[in-house]
């Protein structure tokens, strides 16, 4: 049966011979990298943020007590295959479980990759856009995976299309990293494909590090929001990547000066080998003080976590107001605690 998928293949890196730990990694968990992300990576530095995220690594087979295959309850709220629907007024709609690179901290790592949970079939994508159409409390759809830029633009036509149709689903959102690590693949056809009658679309690049955005990741973001798509962005915070302040103030203006507007800063979920990648809710708190310090507000992202087991997303940020001994008092962007008179 023809599924959605038509997207070229992409070149796994070389593994090592059975006896290497990377081979039971490459066995285990899917790998990838796309040529523009192999030629970020520097040689000589062996702590290189780009080769972090893609290039396999033993201890991704350290597997702790508290990581879960499904760590942010996807299972639990699923009601027709391909469909997530947590919230009330938005769902998602896994439409391939492929993707151009494969992160090593992915939480769905267990679900993508060619041997993953496959592609929706046509009779799948029929049964879960008439669930869809069959709530009307769904006001949005986010698009997922899987990277559904890998789609032909005649399929994402087709989806995007069929979406706008339904008349209580007035906001559709497409997630991918796609600009980034393929920006060639964003042509003029993908980014028309994009827009449906009646409904208003949003792209989410996902970008752990400023340089990720490249000369051509920047054309293929312009060649997007040109085309009156705004596009919002989501980090997730990991150790060795961009756990400082000074990477993360670097990559949240550049997106900003590529027009991205920067959405989520995510606290790393509780996938199986990724520990390793993790840090503390505190020093994630740490930095998005640092940051708002640091950074104009168009560059600030909500620190946040999927809470395990699919109850939801909860900001992490510190408070900045709390009950005093005389009263209100709010924290200033230096960290003093000051008086409010309400």
Same mark, same amino acid.
């Given at each position: 049966m +023809?599924?959605?998928?038509?997207?070229s293949?992409?070149?796994?890196?070389k593994i090592?011979?059975?006896?290497?730990?990377?081979?039971?990694?490459?066995?285990?968990?899917?790998?990838?990298?796309?040529?523009?992300m192999?030629a970020?990576?520097?040689?000589?530095?062996?702590?290189?943020?780009?080769?972090? @995220?893609?290039?396999?690594?033993?201890r991704?087979?350290?597997?702790?007590?508290?990581?879960?295959?499904?760590?942010?309850?996807?299972?639990?709220?699923?009601?027709v295959?391909?469909?997530?629907?947590r919230?009330?007024?938005r769902?998602?709609?896994?439409?391939?479980?492929?993707?151009?690179?494969?992160?090593?901290?992915?939480? +769905?790592?267990e679900?993508v990759?060619?041997d993953?949970?496959?592609?929706?079939?046509?009779?799948?994508?029929?049964a879960?856009?008439?669930?869809?159409?069959?709530?009307?409390?769904?006001?949005?759809?986010?698009l997922?995976?899987?990277d559904?830029?890998?789609l032909?633009a005649?399929?994402?036509?087709?989806?995007?299309?069929?979406?706008a149709?339904?008349?209580?689903?007035?906001?559709?959102?497409?997630?991918? +990293?796609?600009p980034?690590?393929?920006?060639?693949?964003?042509?003029?056809?993908?980014?028309d494909?994009? +827009?449906?009658?009646?409904?208003?679309?949003?792209?989410?690049?996902?970008?752990?590090?400023?340089?990720e955005?490249?000369?051509?990741?920047?054309?293929?973001?312009?060649?997007?929001?040109?085309?009156?798509?705004?596009?919002?962005? @989501?980090?997730?915070?990991?150790?060795?990547?961009?756990?400082?302040?000074?990477?993360?103030?670097?990559?949240?203006?550049?997106?900003?000066?590529?027009?991205?507007?920067p959405?989520?800063?995510?606290?790393?979920?509780?996938?199986?080998?990724?520990?390793?990648?993790?840090?503390?809710?505190?020093?994630? @708190?740490?930095?998005?003080?640092?940051l708002? @310090?640091?950074?104009?507000g168009?560059?600030?992202?909500t620190?946040?976590?999927?809470?395990?087991?699919?109850?939801?997303?909860?900001?992490?940020?510190?408070?900045?107001?709390?009950?005093?001994?005389?009263?209100?008092?709010?924290?200033?962007?230096?960290?003093?605690?000051?008086?409010?008179?309400e």
């Amino acid at each position: 049966m +023809r599924t959605l998928l038509e997207f070229s293949a992409v070149q796994a890196p070389k593994i090592a011979t059975d006896d290497d730990p990377l081979a039971e990694v490459a066995a285990r968990y899917a790998v990838a990298i796309t040529p523009a992300m192999e030629a970020l990576i520097d040689p000589a530095d062996a702590c290189d943020p780009i080769a972090a @995220q893609f290039r396999p690594d033993a201890r991704e087979l350290e597997i702790a007590p508290d990581e879960l295959s499904d760590p942010i309850g996807d299972d639990a709220h699923t009601p027709v295959k391909g469909v997530v629907h947590r919230y009330p007024d938005r769902c998602l709609l896994k439409l391939v479980h492929v993707c151009p690179v494969y992160c090593r901290f992915c939480f +769905r790592r267990e679900m993508v990759g060619p041997d993953g949970d496959g592609t929706l079939t046509g009779g799948e994508l029929d049964a879960a856009l008439g669930y869809i159409e069959a709530q009307p409390g769904i006001w949005e759809v986010i698009l997922t995976g899987g990277d559904p830029f890998l789609l032909s633009a005649r399929r994402v036509r087709d989806i995007t299309e069929r979406l706008a149709a339904i008349d209580h689903v007035k906001i559709i959102r497409w997630h991918t +990293r796609v600009p980034v690590v393929d920006p060639l693949r964003v042509t003029p056809d993908l980014v028309d494909a994009l +827009r449906g009658a009646g409904s208003t679309t949003y792209v989410v690049l996902h970008s752990n590090h400023v340089r990720e955005l490249t000369d051509h990741a920047r054309a293929a973001i312009a060649r997007i929001v040109d085309s009156g798509v705004p596009m919002l962005s @989501q980090t997730v915070l990991l150790k060795g990547v961009n756990d400082s302040v000074e990477a993360l103030e670097a990559l949240m203006r550049g997106l900003v000066e590529a027009r991205v507007k920067p959405y989520y800063l995510h606290h790393l979920d509780k996938a199986p080998g990724t520990s390793h990648f993790r840090c503390s809710i505190g020093r994630g @708190q740490e930095l998005a003080r640092e940051l708002h @310090q640091r950074a104009s507000g168009i560059a600030q992202p909500t620190y946040v976590l999927d809470i395990p087991g699919g109850h939801g997303k909860a900001p992490l940020a510190s408070p900045s107001v709390r009950e005093g001994e005389g009263g209100i008092e709010v924290r200033d962007r230096d960290g003093v605690w000051r008086k409010y008179e309400e």
